[in-house]
């Protein structure tokens, strides 16, 4: 029991962090019918032996299968984040323009909440009218739903939050490669927990803080590679600020609003991308008369890179913030930090890219402790628990590999004492 509070205690630990709860009824809650094995007769017991049987196959299955949706959702993490990250940086190629580019990717959040509600007509078997399950959602925002004044106070900040996250991360391509930009993204994680042990009051965790003494180490190791320019500074800043800014929106996230349901998820994205629509069309518009992001016709604009980013950032969103109903949490992170050799990778025969032995090491470094920050809050109890299975089962082995040398020993007696009488 204590074990499965355990992993449960370290699942909603990765799970929060991306603003979601648990929607549905736990797939591993069993009964135990030890108490009535042990007072029937044999047939009895078999019984029993044969229900757990069934039950450890049934919950085997049950990870196998979750297991195997794991390593989809690995690749699709992987591949929807490399592949936006690189899409991004060809786009810039062709229309500079990071803000535009922003915006244009956060309104397709609108999209979130008409997919669930799909999801929701074929998967639940109480279907409701889309005014329904709105209204049931907006539960979330409060007893009055989603006032002008939740807005302002519970909406805005996290979507003002949202685009800075967003805008940061592409400013930064702008500056360094997608290896360098990737890499010290995953310092979020670090920060997140630096922000919810002081915020939050999170239990303290030494093996967290060495994870982030990585993570900040290297950060300075990734701009010692490239000597401390002025332009990689300024992409390094740029990609350290939006990590931050992602950090912040998870710990205020949890803080402010609580866990999030899927379908209280889906909306709250919509609303962001909705009001990002309304709002903030008039920047865009600026920065075009301005001439700051300038682009000669509608038509000379990359349509196909700018729908690819857009498209590619909605399916990663997506999986990140429903993939946890299919898969365990920390397979999604995992996807996350394994994007980093993909771009490295494609950066190798893409752009002019040198690996020198500092970037290497940095890149390691913050890879490991993102992979560290991974580990459930008592992981050193579950090497203890596992250390003393180990040894019982050793204990109990040594006694019946005793008791079986002392009876070859005993038959050999026997033999030689006959053959002693018989002379």
């Given at each position: 029991m204590q074990q499965k509070n355990i992993c449960h205690s370290y699942q909603f630990w990765t799970a929060w962090e991306f603003g979601i709860g648990e929607d549905r009824p736990r797939e591993n809650a069993m009964g135990n019918a030890d108490g009535q094995a042990m007072v029937g007769g044999a047939g009895v017991e078999s019984g029993a032996g044969r229900q757990r049987l069934h039950c450890c196959i049934r919950v085997t299955a049950v990870q196998v299968r979750k297991a195997i949706w794991g390593v989809a959702m690995v690749m699709c993490v992987c591949s929807s984040w490399a592949g936006s990250t690189q899409l991004a940086k060809l786009t810039f190629k062709q229309y500079d323009a990071p803000f535009t580019l922003t915006w244009f990717t956060t309104t397709w959040n609108c999209l979130f909440f008409p997919l669930y509600y799909i999801g929701h007509l074929c998967k639940s078997p109480e279907r409701q009218t889309p005014k329904q399950r709105f209204r049931e959602c907006c539960r979330f925002f409060g007893d009055d739903g989603l006032t002008a004044k939740v807005f302002f106070t519970k909406v805005a900040p996290f979507g003002l939050l949202w685009i800075m996250t967003n805008y940061l991360y592409l400013q930064a391509l702008r500056k360094i490669n997608s290896t360098d930009v990737s890499a010290l993204f995953c310092c979020n994680k670090a920060f997140v927990f630096l922000l919810s042990w002081i915020v939050l009051r999170d239990r303290f965790m030494?093996?967290?803080?060495?994870?982030?003494?990585?993570?900040?180490?290297?950060?300075?190791?990734?701009?010692?590679?490239?000597?401390?320019?002025?332009?990689?500074?300024?992409?390094?800043?740029?990609?350290?600020?939006?990590?931050?800014?992602?950090?912040?929106?998870?710990?205020?996230?949890?803080?402010?609003?609580?866990?999030?349901?899927?379908?209280?998820?889906?909306?709250?994205?919509?609303?962001?991308?909705?009001?990002?629509?309304?709002?903030?069309?008039?920047?865009?518009?600026?920065?075009?008369?301005?001439?700051?992001?300038?682009?000669?016709?509608?038509?000379?604009?990359?349509?196909?890179?700018?729908?690819?980013?857009?498209?590619?950032?909605?399916?990663?969103?997506?999986?990140?913030?429903?993939?946890?109903?299919?898969?365990?949490?920390?397979?999604?992170?995992?996807?996350?930090?394994?994007?980093?050799?993909?771009?490295?990778?494609?950066?190798?025969?893409t752009c002019d890219i040198h690996f020198n032995t500092v970037r290497l090491i940095a890149v390691f470094i913050i890879c490991l402790g993102f992979l560290m920050l991974l580990l459930p809050e008592d992981w050193d109890q579950c090497l203890i628990e596992l250390g003393t299975k180990l040894r019982k089962r050793e204990q109990t082995a040594e006694p019946a590999e005793t008791g079986t040398s002392s009876g070859l020993n005993w038959t050999r007696r026997a033999r030689t004492s006959m053959s002693t009488f018989s002379h």
């Open positions: 030494g093996v967290r803080i060495v994870a982030a003494i990585l993570a900040i180490a290297g950060i300075v190791m990734l701009t010692y590679a490239d000597g401390f320019h002025s332009h990689s500074v300024i992409g390094i800043t740029f990609v350290v600020a939006s990590a931050s800014a992602s950090a912040l929106y998870k710990v205020l996230f949890k803080l402010v609003l609580g866990s999030a349901k899927f379908g209280e998820a889906a909306l709250f994205l919509t609303i962001v991308g909705g009001a990002n629509f309304v709002l903030l069309s008039f920047v865009p518009v600026i920065l075009y008369f301005t001439h700051v992001e300038y682009f000669t016709s509608i038509a000379d604009l990359p349509w196909a890179y700018l729908c690819g980013v857009a498209g590619l950032l909605l399916a990663f969103n997506i999986l990140v913030n429903f993939g946890i109903a299919i898969t365990y949490p920390t397979l999604i992170s995992l996807g996350i930090v394994l994007s980093v050799p993909v771009n490295a990778v494609v950066d190798l025969y």
